[in-house]
């Protein structure tokens, strides 16, 4: 999860943005990585930290429970994975019926991913196991057979199938191409008294998501950025496997925000009862730096290595 | 006079919470003592409570009695042969002060994603105060005493059963008492890699949900009420006319 902090600037992991050198950005900003969601989430409450990408459904939460924030743009697209033991049997999500399926938390967009599937194949609530396990600990859970499948975001799912244990029962990208995962969030009292700040980070976020996906290079440019000690701290083979195989397991390209979309995810919260009850999109979104979104130029090295 | 001597802690207590209704109170988020008292009656009504609560004293007592039924002999042992003590001490002295959440990947990979997981870490917290109480107490078991059943011709089990072990047996208690504090005191942190069950575990997952503070808070009282409860349990053993003798005051 990258996360910012302070005044805020573009998450250069995510997005490969960067504020530096560019007059308009106040330069106070200052990226933070949380390693946990409610950790983040508190953060975020106690007004420390004024923008952050937070899971959609706990964004969509905190604005219903009075919190200030709104979602101004997506983080990615499409990210998610479930990943299974090379060696076995199961080709379908059906297969997994009385088996254990690892989860990061039933907050998590992941269980959502996982009831949709369980919705399709005609499983019913009970007929998999669901164990909420961190997802750093998720592969080691795999190799030892303590799990028999898990759901989780990159680069977790990548991990044991670089290791060369695991494949890839299903990506979101094949079966929920518009899955939403992180989002970006702002505290209102930042879009209240910086507007145009917000404008500048969203247009960086946007502006970065189209430079991602526009050619493999920035790919890989961004795997080294956010492999970084400061970002990610993950290994920048790890991140370019899921930069790179295949090149839309995540994407960037269109980080705007639909209605329908969100009213998806509404519907499967509240399905999933992690939403008590139905939240008006206009509570948790502010769509108005995303209609006046303006394309800025992001100047980074290509990766030629 | 008496009276007012048990009504002092009551008095602090009912202090603490009145400065965290007033501190709560102007607090979207903080939960205030009758909003944790609501979140209780909540889980208790959804009959959830009991649930986490008998999975949590399950593990610990499970980990705690394991920890017990190796570190008591294991501690014995190091006290008396001192062979015993400068093999097993650097190791034990090593791995006393890791946090059991640093064993979690390895807990997994070991045990898997089950009660033995938590168990496990529960019994690794609790071992290592109980074995240095234990060697302690069995290494400062006053010469006389050896002496004495030396010359009475005491030797071989009976030895360490009617001079060593009661000898030590105020300090292996001691070791008991902090060894059970402690299993309880890492329950949040063991119940990261349980599923779906016990006071830890609650605690996390209110933590996810959204803003159910009230229900992280009320998963801290009750581990506090359990906690103390537990101790004042152990407190009792301390009591024991085979303990007494030990101790300088009278209660």
Redesign the interface.
């Known amino acids: 999860m990258g996360i910012q902090s302070g005044g805020t600037a573009p998450d250069g992991s995510s997005t490969g943005a960067n504020s530096q050198g560019n007059p308009k950005v106040p330069q106070t900003a200052q990226f933070v990585r949380y390693s946990g ?2 950790e983040l989430k ?1 953060s975020f ?1 106690a007004g420390q930290v004024k923008a952050a990408m937070l899971l959609a459904p ?1 964004a969509m ?2 604005a219903d ?3 200030p924030a709104r979602i101004v743009a997506l983080g990615h697209r499409s990210g998610a994975v479930i990943m299974v033991r090379k060696e076995s049997a199961y080709r379908t999500f059906a297969d997994l019926k009385g088996k ?1 399926v ?1 989860i990061p ?3 998590a967009v992941d269980h959502l991913f996982v009831r949709r599937l369980m919705k399709e194949q005609g499983l019913q609530t009970g007929d998999v ?1 669901l ?4 997802p ?2 998720m592969p ?2 795999l ?5 028999d499948a898990y759901a989780t975001g990159e680069p977790f799912g990548a991990k044991s199938e670089m290791d060369g244990y695991a494949r890839i029962l299903y990506m979101t990208r094949d079966v929920w191409p518009t899955y939403i995962c992180c989002v970006l969030t702002v505290h209102e009292d930042l879009i209240k008294s910086k507007p145009q700040f917000v404008q500048v980070l969203v247009n960086h976020v946007l502006s970065a998501g189209h430079w991602l996906d526009h050619s493999p290079s920035h790919r890989t440019a961004a795997a080294r950025i956010a492999s970084d000690k400061a970002i990610f701290n993950q290994a920048f083979e790890l991140l370019r496997w899921v930069m790179e195989r295949p090149s839309d397991r995540v994407t960037y390209g269109d980080l705007r925000l639909m209605r329908d979309e969100f009213n998806q995810l509404m519907g499967l919260s509240l399905d999933a009862g ?2 008590p009850h139905p939240i008006p999109y206009e509570t948790y979104v502010d769509d108005s730096f995303m209609r006046n979104f303006r394309m800025v130029n992001i100047n980074l090295e290509e990766d030629t290595r | 006079m008496r009276f007012f001597r048990r009504l002092v802690p009551v008095f602090v207590v009912g202090i603490l919470i009145v400065a965290w209704w007033v501190a709560a109170r102007p607090s979207k988020i903080l939960p205030t003592p009758e909003k944790v008292i609501l979140g209780i009656v909540e889980l208790a009504g959804q009959g959830v409570l009991a649930q986490h609560v008998i999975a949590s004293l399950f593990r610990v007592t499970m980990g705690y009695g394991l920890a017990l039924a190796l570190a008591i002999p294991l501690g014995s042992a190091m006290g008396w042969f001192p062979a015993a003590f400068r093999a097993f001490n650097p190791v034990i002295q090593l791995l006393r002060p890791i946090s059991p959440i640093a064993w979690i990947p390895i807990a997994i990979l070991w045990f898997g994603v089950s009660d033995a997981s938590p168990t496990f870490l529960i019994f690794l917290s609790s071992f290592f105060p109980v074995v240095v109480e234990t060697t302690a107490g069995v290494h400062l078991v006053e010469r006389q005493y050896i002496r004495a059943a030396r010359n009475f011709e005491v030797g071989g089990f009976r030895f360490f059963r009617q001079v060593i072990f009661p000898a030590a047996l105020p300090q292996i208690i001691t070791g008991m008492r902090v060894g059970l504090g402690v299993a309880w005191l890492v329950v949040v942190a063991a119940e990261m890699v349980a599923i779906n069950s016990g006071l830890g575990y609650l605690i996390i997952d209110s933590r996810n949900a959204g803003t159910r503070y009230d229900l992280v808070v009320a998963g801290m009282v009750i581990i506090g009420v359990i906690g103390y409860l537990l101790d004042l349990a152990m407190r009792q053993l301390e009591d024991l006319d085979e303990v007494r003798w030990r101790y300088s005051y009278d209660r």
Do not use: C, H, Q
């Open positions: 969601w409610p508190e409450i706990m939460d905190l429970k009075g919190i254990r690892a938390s039933r907050f196991t164990v909420e396990i961190a750093p600990d080691a859970a190799l030892a057979n303590a799990v992690i939403i």
